[in-house]
């Protein structure tokens, strides 16, 4: 689309993640989170690409279907000791 390609040509990168809290805990630095509908969400091939990514560079990098999932994955990723 004419949305996406603009994106592109202003440096966007296809696949990252929904949220991205740069708040460190455990051994991680910070949490990128890929929201998806509850029922019938789909992660493109970007977005799994993107998550691959995360860990080896000390990333925490999950996905969650829905607004209840997604609140739990950040309150249990906030309850960890900080880095």
Same mark, same amino acid.
């Given at each position: 689309?004419?949305?996406?390609?603009?994106?592109?040509?202003?440096?966007?990168?296809?696949?990252?993640?929904? %949220?991205?809290?740069? @708040? #460190? *805990?455990?051994? $991680?630095?910070?949490?990128?989170?890929?929201?998806?509908? &509850?029922?019938?969400?789909?992660?493109?091939?970007?977005?799994?690409?993107? %998550?691959?990514?995360? @860990? #080896? *560079?000390?990333? $925490?990098?999950?996905?969650?279907?829905?607004?209840?999932? &997604?609140?739990?994955?950040?309150?249990?990723?906030?309850?960890?000791?900080?880095?």
């Amino acid at each position: 689309s004419a949305a996406m390609n603009k994106l592109k040509n202003e440096g966007c990168l296809p696949g990252v993640s929904d %949220l991205i809290i740069f @708040e #460190p *805990r455990d051994k $991680y630095s910070a949490m990128f989170l890929e929201m998806k509908r &509850a029922t019938g969400g789909v992660v493109s091939e970007n977005q799994e690409w993107f %998550l691959a990514q995360v @860990e #080896p *560079r000390g990333g $925490y990098g999950v996905v969650a279907h829905g607004y209840e999932e &997604a609140k739990e994955l950040i309150d249990e990723y906030l309850s960890w000791d900080k880095k």
